[in-house]
């Protein structure tokens, strides 16, 4: 077996279900997996916690933190629209998920193959996607992601469900998924509340936040390199090509001012 590489991916899903409590068991029917693919005899050594986000809501269109009304108990999650009251962000119930994951990339295969072969029934959105230009047709797309995606995933997320299976040798106590969704939550509204709350409690729950959030960044700093020096690499190339591209412009230009009978006309006179 090929190095175990302790990494994170998201999965973007073109599935809609249609209601909350569908889309919560095809949730839990996830989680299950994951425990079940972690404590398979064959999967020795793997790993695995994920934040599996149950949303019907447009993603960049919200924001999420508590109710902070003084009252005694446990407070209210709000959602909040960027948008006006008649903007719409209601959209059909749909998943994120977030997976860290040892290996990343054989884990999150499975989880592929898995969804691939099982959901069957639920309803695919085709129009979201370009088939055409996709070779890969299945029902689901797995990416390499950093922990950025945790914020976009949690802002649009109606319920949220965790699991954390056999990684407690390399999540560390108060580092897992579930503390950095309960951390960034805290901080939004410590921001939204800031008058207050007060400055030196907003700051406290932000450095929190950011020390859980800097853990899951140096997971993907190698591969994030990679990306900005494809990035760049890349930008290079079509510099060259926008270049060479002016060069040879150019010299057809010239060429056609040779061959313009005005411009022969000019030489002879």
């Known amino acids: 077996m090929s190095k175990s590489k302790l990494g994170i991916s998201s999965f973007d899903l073109n599935m809609k279900f249609k209601d909350k409590e569908e889309a919560i068991k095809y949730a839990k029917r996830l989680k299950e997996f994951i425990r079940y693919t972690c404590k398979k005899k064959e999967n020795k050594g793997w790993s695995a916690e994920a934040m599996i986000c149950i949303s019907s809501n447009k993603g960049n269109s919200s924001i999420v933190y508590y109710e902070h009304s003084g009252k005694v108990g446990r407070p209210k999650k709000v959602i909040n629209k960027y948008h006006s009251e008649k903007d719409s962000i209601k959209v059909d119930w749909h998943l994120h998920i977030l997976l860290v994951s040892k290996p990343m990339y054989a884990f999150r295969e499975e989880i592929k193959k898995y969804i691939d072969k099982n959901w069957n029934e639920v ?129 057809v230009q010239e060429n056609e001012s040779l061959r313009c009978p005005h411009h022969q006309e000019n030489i002879w006179l």
């Open 123 to 251: 309803k695919v959105e085709k129009e979201k996607f370009n088939y055409k230009k996709i070779k890969d047709k299945s029902k689901i797309y797995k990416k390499d992601t950093n922990i950025n995606k945790a914020e976009y995933f949690i802002d649009q997320a109606d319920e949220v469900l965790f699991c954390n299976y056999m990684s407690v040798e390399i999540i560390p106590d108060g580092y897992s998924l579930r503390d950095l969704y309960f951390a960034y939550i805290k901080m939004m509204t410590a921001r939204m509340y800031n008058r207050t709350i007060g400055n030196d409690k907003r700051l406290k729950l932000e450095d929190n936040y950011y020390k859980i959030k800097n853990f899951y960044w140096k997971l993907t700093e190698e591969q994030d390199k990679k990306v900005v020096d494809k990035f760049i690499k890349q930008v290079q190339l079509d510099k060259i090509a926008s270049n060479y591209e002016r060069i040879k412009n150019n010299k």
